[in-house]
């Protein structure tokens, strides 16, 4: 008897066959954590964001717009820097989206001010006379309901106490109220005069669309002002940490992860000069050993202010000069 | 090759194994007539 | 009519059902191709494109695929175990519930109530409720396959038993979501795992709603409507088990170059390239039956359907795992090449292969004689027409439009700004509209031609043919 004679094997034989490719794929990757890292760079939404995200799916934008950015060079020159697993991770659903009937948005916080959303998501006609995306000028005509806010974020477990909720709404309720909100003219020309001092759902989609890519961008920012700070044109030329024992064995941490690959353990040298003896190419001074670090050097040492920053090159001086004094 | 390379080719080198097994089961001369059989059943008057 | 006390009430129930669904779905269809080039018509929120293409997909891939597969799955369950259906009343109940369910679905989808989930969009009170649906379903299949009296199953049957056994596990795992109220929920899944979980359901909902039971129908049908047998068994053995162990790796060939991990994207391109194989298997199983027979595409109406509904699944199979490369994937994912390759698969072939399943069991399940032999080939030739027009106008519209996304000038920059890849679409789009008419009234010529042979018109005709023989 084989098994075309046995309906109930022939199910049992299917249904292992069809779980060897989704438990390889599928439940394998969901248990291990670099499938869907986390990083404290990346913060939850706000009560406000996560009303504004329920929003963008009930109305279905994701059927229009992709929330992911490939690693394609013209990708990147079109919507910003690529995707990174991270940033998903307070995602319930995920919303990467199938098609770009419009453009991807995964990087379009910050790129235009509240009052371009509030005009755009009026009548985007108006703004781009050829656009087909549909005008959501209602959204502003509908209070914002936040009866189940702190429901839902207890349930993403997003960690906030109901107080917190409660300050998160009332202080966005007051920012895009008070009369010193940059969007204030066009939010008032798209809201109706009896919502105009409360949220409504245009409100708190407008807040998601500023949210995504936000904390991607500011650790862009933040890495432009570590680099900015270490270059030698603005950084301070005394080493601050001069003679410091504790810098030094905190620069030696730094050094061993970072600079021993080239110049050895001890600084003894090795693809990289020995950085012990009394011979530098480019200047003896704490100032020429900074611009060295911070700058590179034409003969293969890299650049190391977006990297290090303006503290960790000092620290880094500190122990070098501690171990020449050790010689 | 590292172990990933060898577990990645051992498993599609089992795939194959398994897949050329059930080939050679149901290609088997004389097989034919038991496994070809329900395709003439089916266009009996039902 | 029964005859051997077969019970084909729900055979004729699904089948109504799903044309009803069919026209339905179709006329959102056309809507939404019109809002693409007229944003106008997004008159209310409820009729705005992002609730819309909701409604669209589910009502076409749920209300009329399903109710075709449950008509044709319990036709062929009874003729196959050549047993009545197990539990008739409950297959009743299965035809009302199902019903409830879809338009449950459609007025929740038109409310904006919707999960965001591709093809899972539905918020978990309706999955409860289609997961009852599903277990009532596979209670008649097993219990009729368990008292049947043919001894060896016919493939249409293990196709039917894989469906049975993959859909309740899809869509189970895929749904699991935490409740906010009755309208809402959250995916139990974040980020990366989410859109993995969704893209494995994604992709094998094609599998196993778009391709395993409609390979029943094909297998079940062809011959039957030819009086060939299908031209190898085992051969399809072969097919069967590749293709049901190969799909489910194939999902994340929706997420090339995505945050997913790069592996599985690798893994899933690898499999998806493999199942051109089994897929093959099917297209060369349906040319190869009609060896030495192919006049029958002239002499016989329904052969038409069959043959040109498995090419377009074998050019589908080719299509999919092909723009699913990485290379290619960076050019035409995201475009409206993807739309196009998807409704050549679903307006070809699970049209054309439900259409003529229809045309076949009809006449045998009412005791009538179809309608029309003439309004049948006019619908055939329709549905194709409109069928080829539609996706190779989408096809060229996603190269252009690719190609616009990924031009740049010589110092780098880009050429076209957004906006300027959506205006060079227009008049593609409007063809598009044209291509959905034409199918349009060809489906509306086969509602007719189905009805009238179900009031009894045709009968008329066969007596007045038989006096004139």
């Not at chain 3, 993959?166 to 895929?174: G, K, P």
Request: aromatic share 14%; proline share 5%; net charge positive.
């Amino acid at each position: 008897m084989s098994v075309y004679s046995k309906p109930i094997t022939f199910a049992l034989l299917s249904a292992v066959v069809i779980l060897v490719g989704t438990f390889i794929t599928l439940f394998i990757p969901m248990m291990l954590p670099s499938t869907q890292p986390v990083s404290d760079y990346i913060k939850p939404y706000t009560a406000i964001e996560l009303e504004g995200r329920d929003i963008y799916i009930r109305e279905g934008c994701n059927n229009c717009h992709t929330q992911t950015v490939r690693p394609l060079r013209t990708e990147v020159a079109r919507y910003g820097e690529y995707s990174k697993p991270e940033e998903f991770a307070y995602d319930r659903p995920f919303l990467w989206g199938s098609r770009r009937t419009g453009p991807d948005l995964n990087r379009v916080g910050g790129k235009y001010p509240d009052s371009w959303h509030y005009k755009h998501m009026n009548d985007p006609r108006s703004m781009f006379a050829k656009s087909n995306m549909p005008a959501y000028g209602w959204l502003a005509k509908r209070k914002l309901d936040t009866k189940y806010s702190y429901r839902k974020v207890s349930i993403l477990g997003y960690g906030y106490s109901e107080s917190d909720v409660r300050n998160q709404i009332e202080e966005y309720r007051k920012k895009v109220t008070s009369a010193d909100y940059p969007a204030r003219a066009v939010r008032e020309s798209v809201t109706p005069p009896e919502l105009r001092s409360e949220l409504t759902e245009m409100d708190a989609i407008i807040a998601y669309l500023q949210k995504l890519g936000r904390d991607v961008k500011a650790l862009k920012k933040k890495e432009m002002r570590m680099v900015a700070e270490a270059s030698p044109v603005t950084a301070s030329k005394r080493n601050p940490f001069a003679g410091s024992k504790k810098a030094a064995e905190e620069g030696e941490k730094i050094f061993k992860k970072n600079c021993a690959v080239c110049h050895g353990e001890d600084a003894e040298g090795g693809i990289g000069p020995n950085l012990t003896d009394d011979k530098w190419r480019y200047g003896n001074s704490d100032s020429d050993l900074y611009t060295t670090i911070s700058e590179g050097s034409p003969n293969g040492m890299p650049s190391w202010k977006g990297k290090l920053g303006n503290e960790a090159i000092w620290k880094v001086i500190t122990f070098i000069r501690s171990q020449r004094e050790q010689d | 090759m590292d172990w990933v390379d060898w577990a990645y080719l051992a498993f599609g080198g089992a795939l194959v194994a398994v897949f050329a097994c059930i080939v050679f089961y149901y290609y088997k001369p004389r097989r034919k007539r038991h496994v070809e059989e329900p395709k003439y059943r089916m266009l009996d008057d039902d | 009519m029964k005859e051997n006390g077969y019970d084909y009430s729900v055979v004729r129930g699904f089948a109504f059902s799903a044309i009803f669904w069919l026209i339905v779905g179709l006329l959102v269809g056309l809507w939404l191709a019109a809002e693409m080039i007229l944003p106008q018509l997004n008159l209310t929120p409820w009729l705005s494109f992002g609730r819309l293409r909701v409604v669209h997909t589910n009502g076409l891939a749920f209300g009329f695929a399903l109710a075709g597969i449950f008509s044709c799955t319990y036709y062929i369950l009874q003729r196959l175990t050549k047993v009545p259906l197990a539990f008739p009343r409950l297959a009743r109940f299965h035809l009302w519930l199902f019903n409830i369910a879809i338009a449950l679905a459609a007025l929740s989808l038109f409310a904006g109530m919707n999960t965001s989930k591709e093809y899972a969009e539905l918020e978990w009170p309706l999955d409860v409720g289609i997961v009852i649906m599903w277990v009532i379903f596979a209670i008649n299949v097993f219990g009729t396959l368990i008292k049947r009296k043919e001894k060896q199953m016919y493939i249409s049957l293990w196709y039917i038993i894989a469906m049975t056994v993959t859909i309740a596990v899809l869509y189970i795992v895929n749904n699991l979501e935490v409740p906010v109220n009755l309208f809402k929920s959250y995916s139990i899944y974040a980020g990366a795992n989410d859109a993995n979980v969704e893209w494995w359901y994604g992709h094998n909902a094609v599998g196993f709603v778009f391709t395993v039971p409609i390979l029943a129908m094909f297998y079940y049908f062809l011959p039957k409507s030819t009086n060939l047998p299908i031209y190898s068994h085992r051969l399809s053995i072969i097919a069967f088990w590749s293709l049901v162990f190969g799909y489910l790796w194939t999902g994340a060939h929706h997420l090339m170059l995505t945050p997913l991990p790069e592996w599985i994207q690798t893994v899933a391109i690898a499999f998806s390239i493999f199942l051109i194989a089994p897929s093959w298997g099917s297209v060369v199983n349906g040319y190869y039956t009609m060896r030495g027979n192919w006049d029958q595409m002239r002499t016989n109406y329904l052969v038409k359907f069959f043959i040109f509904g498995i090419t377009f699944y074998g050019l589908q199979t080719v299509q999919g795992p092909t723009q699913g490369l990485r290379t290619l994937t960076a050019f035409f994912h995201y475009t409206d090449y993807i739309p196009g390759h998807v409704h050549m698969g679903t307006m070809g072939w699970v049209t054309m292969i439900i259409s003529a399943s229809f045309y076949y069991m009809m006449p045998r399940i009412t005791g009538k004689e179809l309608y029309s032999i003439k309004l049948a080939n006019l619908h055939f030739w329709l549905i194709l027409v409109g069928q080829l027009l539609f996706t190779v106008t989408l096809w060229i519209a996603g190269i252009q439009q690719g190609a616009m996304w990924k031009a740049t000038n010589p110092d780098g920059s880009l050429t076209y700004s957004f906006l300027e890849g959506v205006v060079a679409l227009y008049p593609y789009w409007k063809i598009r509209l044209i291509g959905g008419l034409i199918y349009f009234v060809g489906i509306v010529v086969f509602t007719y031609n189905l009805i009238m042979t179900a009031r009894g018109a045709g009968v008329k005709l066969a007596e007045t043919r038989a006096q004139t023989a």
